[in-house]
């Protein structure tokens, strides 16, 4: 596996309501990449964005001012429910879909990536307590019930929340080989669910 020769762009986006573990969770397996990765916060417009839990983060700048990234993140969270319906920030992520190298979410993400039409046709997967919701979000995607994660060429998405990290680390290992992930994980005492079908969450919430 060729190891890029200059550090990995990684464009993480905010929107009040997202929530907390679906951001910064991934990001801390990016972030121990050191030198090898560079992060962006982006949403709407630059400045603190409200999280579900209460505390906010910072974006560093706007969805709109945004190019090419090697990785686009997108978290879930309640306000997903209210951004499904935003159409200016549904095209701003169409078209950040479009140049990203690779696009992963997590959680009710996937619904916003539904909503933008990149996911048709696509084996996808999201939160299994929101699993209904997020399949009315995108008919033509090929909703897997029982993934943490999928990986469906360039497209990443993960189950709910936790299995964030777990997909990071998949997003990872295919960049930079398994090794750099089994090294953060060590790094980070984080036991990975390498296998991407593990899910108990499914049949606890009646999908398998």
């Known amino acids: 596996m060729d190891t890029p020769a200059k ?4 464009g993480a986006v905010l929107f009040p309501g997202f929530e907390i573990l679906d951001v910064y969770g991934p990001l801390e397996m ?3 990449l050191g030198e090898r990765a560079r992060i962006t916060m982006l949403a709407e417009r630059p400045g603190p964005v409200r999280t579900l839990a209460g505390p906010a983060g910072l974006a560093d700048a706007s969805l709109a001012e945004t190019g090419d ?4 993140l997108v978290p879930g969270g309640m306000g997903t429910r209210r951004e ?13 879909c479009a140049r990203a190298g690779r696009v992963a979410s997590v959680c009710t993400g ?5 909503r ?11 939160n299994k307590r929101a699993f209904a919701w997020v399949r009315s979000q995108g008919p033509a995607v090929d909703w897997v019930p029982r993934a943490r994660w999928v990986e469906d060429g360039r497209f990443f998405t993960a189950s709910g929340v936790s299995a964030g990290i777990d997909m990071s680390l998949g997003l990872i290992a295919s960049i930079f080989g398994r090794q750099a992930s089994l090294e953060i994980a060590t790094w980070a005492e984080y036991e990975w669910h390498e296998d991407s079908g593990w899910d108990p969450f499914a049949s606890l919430n009646g999908l398998a």
């Open 69 to 72: 990234l090697d990785v686009l």
């Open 116 to 126: 933008a039409g990149v996911l048709d046709g696509r084996r996808a997967t999201s």
């Open 110 to 114: 996937s619904a916003l990536l539904a």
């Open 7 to 10: 550090p990995i762009t990684i």
């Open 30 to 32: 990016f972030g121990m």
């Open 84 to 96: 499904v319906g935003n159409a200016a920030f549904i095209g701003e992520l169409a078209r950040l």
